[in-house]
């Protein structure tokens, strides 16, 4: 597949969206676009075939042609900064050669595809240098179950496994958590929405406040809030008539991704593991979205100096191709043989892919520079946020990041925090992908707009995305 230079997408971006300029990408592609098949001819027949479950489509309505570093181009031929990267599974962005190469020699040495739970060197090699990326506390006594090809998958294995080792029954959850949409993994999960029309969720789940600065659930905000989320939940594990059985575990995000983009602060997990610790109970971590060096570490639990009991990987671990895994302590390592499977565990493309992005990060520190590059991104929100009073909250880690828009024009609460706006969040994200970015939303009612551009982009690139975020406000007409 041939696609032009980076230099010359990042040209395009700079005319007018839709221009004629913008179809020059498909110039030597992958044929040529015509009037008649266009995003609006594959978006019909999405509509006419596919689950009304989807999801996407209703709020980046394109069809995806091709892709190259942190561009996609769609079937009209119009390029765009992909802020969204598989939901943070592109670390390194779109066909990065390392990763291209290393799925062109598993094809060129006629490994098989998957193999079940059979080992091959090939995933050898990928358990290595996984392990080789953890602290060494926890790599030296870890064992690692392979899952299906989705994190919600590895989700569903870990509370199998805590509850095996355990014998109890009970998991402790947090508000504005997800950790997927399978029946378990829903359970889990704060968002309303999806569970409301499925009964017989997980039972014995208990949802626990999380430290939400901007929306304090105490109404404190800062220290104050996150020191009395640690009060309610010591003192809710210490009382015996607190209507919680013994729990099997604690799960949560060290930040939460859908939920908002909220950052745990590092002295709340701290606590947290003192206190999960202290009444032996199982910490599991999800970093699904947060591993492989998207917060500015290679993975988010290391801001705060912790280590889990269970942690859960997927996205970026498999390269950008389905991959999950669960790795935790051997002392949890009490299921009989069976206990969990898989078809597509044994995904050896995905094994190979996800060698190569761990040595890739890991090498060339993109975890630093996610951090650098994340720091000036906030940066230039934050000037954005001088000038137009709906940009409530700007936060984040790394190079995920979240902007709570709200209605600029009601009246603040005692913390300072407006009332979230879902649909001046959905024009914002509607106009930014006129202007070529393309942005998802997530948080309460939808109001945070979100940043997951892949682990390579560069000074210029940030430049961009925060000017064209900007234009695009000015494209809906806010005033400050």
């Not at 300072?416 to 970015?437: F, M, S, V």
Request: charged share 20%.
């Amino acid at each position: 597949m041939k696609i032009v230079s980076l230099e010359a997408e990042c040209a395009l971006n700079e005319g007018v969206p839709g221009d004629a300029e913008s179809t020059a990408l498909s110039a030597g592609g992958v044929g040529q676009v015509t009037e008649a098949v266009d995003n609006g001819h594959y978006l019909r027949r999405q509509a006419a075939i596919e689950s009304n479950a989807r999801s996407y489509p209703r709020r980046l309505p394109i069809a995806l042609r091709r892709a190259q570093g942190i561009y996609l181009e769609d079937a009209s031929g119009k390029s765009y900064i992909d802020c969204l990267s598989g939901a943070g599974a592109l670390a390194l962005g779109h066909y990065h050669s390392v990763v291209t190469e290393a799925i062109e020699r598993v094809l060129a040495d006629r490994i098989p595809f998957q193999t079940l739970d059979l080992t091959t060197p090939i995933k050898d090699c990928f358990v290595e240098e996984l392990f080789s990326t953890l602290p060494k506390e926890f790599a030296n006594h870890a064992r690692i179950q392979f899952c299906g090809p989705s994190g919600a998958d590895a989700v569903e294995a870990a509370i199998k496994l805590v509850k095996t080792a355990t014998g109890r029954r009970s998991i402790l959850a947090f508000h504005g958590a997800y950790h997927g949409m399978t029946h378990g993994a829903l359970g889990l999960t704060g968002e309303l929405g999806p569970k409301l029309a499925v009964s017989g969720l997980m039972a014995d789940v208990h949802f626990l406040p999380f430290p939400y600065a901007y929306r304090c659930p105490f109404n404190l905000g800062g220290e104050a809030g996150w020191r009395a989320s640690l009060h309610y939940i010591e003192r809710l594990l210490d009382d015996s008539n607190s209507g919680i059985a013994s729990p099997a575990a604690m799960i949560l995000e060290a930040v939460q991704g859908e939920g908002g983009v909220i950052p745990a602060p590092d002295e709340w997990l701290w606590e947290i593991r003192r206190i999960t610790r202290e009444r032996g109970i199982p910490l599991i971590v999800d970093e699904v979205q947060t591993g492989v060096g998207r917060t500015g570490t290679m993975y988010a639990f290391e801001h705060a100096a912790i280590l889990p009991d269970v942690l859960v990987l997927s996205k970026a671990v498999g390269g950008g191709l389905p991959l999950s895994v669960v790795v935790y302590h051997e002392s949890f390592d009490c299921w009989q043989p069976g206990a969990h499977a898989g078809t597509f565990r044994g995904n050896q493309l995905a094994m190979a892919a996800g060698t190569a992005t761990l040595q890739f990060v890991k090498d060339n520190r993109l975890h630093v520079h996610a951090a650098t590059m994340g720091e000036r991104l906030m940066g230039h929100l934050r000037q954005l946020q001088q000038d137009f009073l709906c940009l409530g909250d700007v936060r984040g880690r790394g190079l995920m990041i979240g902007v709570e828009i709200v209605d600029a024009q009601a009246e603040p609460d005692r913390l300072g925090a407006r009332p979230p706006c879902r649909e001046l969040a959905r024009r914002i994200q509607r106009a930014c992908l006129g202007h070529g970015l393309i942005l998802e939303l997530g948080g309460r009612q939808g109001c945070v707009v979100r940043f997951l551009p892949p682990l390579i982009v560069t000074k210029g690139d940030v430049d961009k995305i925060a000017a064209i975020f900007g234009k695009s406000l000015d494209a809906v007409g806010i005033s400050g």
